[in-house]
Nanobody
Framework: QVQLVESGGGLVQAGGSLRLSCAAS????????MGWFRQAPGKEREFVAV????????YCADSVKGRFTISRDNAKNTVYLQMNSLKPEDKAVYYC???????????????WGQGTQVTVSS
């Protein structure tokens, strides 16, 4: 069982930045690919970014490419999402997830955090 706890969400003005963190309670963190997803009110959950087990491969959704960066620190069992140039449409609850493969489909992840709210004011 892997427990994931997100932090770092909050309220920011458009154009601002936030860094989300997701801490994992497992000794085998480097065995998992990590993903970030988000869900806005009334919308379906959508993929944001994914990083491979070693951190050598990353992929971001087109909607955030060039603005968001995913990274991980396997020594700290933590994955990050650096969000720059935030837009009002980035407002959502952001979730991190752990899975065995770096995929974009949420169904490919076995463990999920509780989410952290990101609000962007215009």
């Amino acid at each position: 069982q892997v427990q994931l706890v997100e932090s770092g969400g909050g309220l920011v003005q458009a154009g601002g930045s936030l860094r989300l963190s997701c801490a994992a309670s497992t000794r085998t963190f480097s065995n998992y690919a990590m993903g970030w997803f988000r869900q806005a009110p009334g919308k379906e959950r959508e993929f944001v970014a994914v990083i491979g087990r070693s951190g050598g491969s990353t992929y971001c959704a087109d909607s955030v490419k060039g603005r968001f960066t995913i990274s991980r620190d396997n020594a700290k069992n933590t994955v990050y999402l650096q969000m720059n140039s935030l837009k009002p449409e980035d407002k959502a609850v952001y979730y991190c997830a752990a899975g065995h493969y770096a995929v974009v489909a949420g169904t490919g992840y076995h463990y999920w955090g509780q989410g952290t709210q990101v609000t962007v004011s215009s």
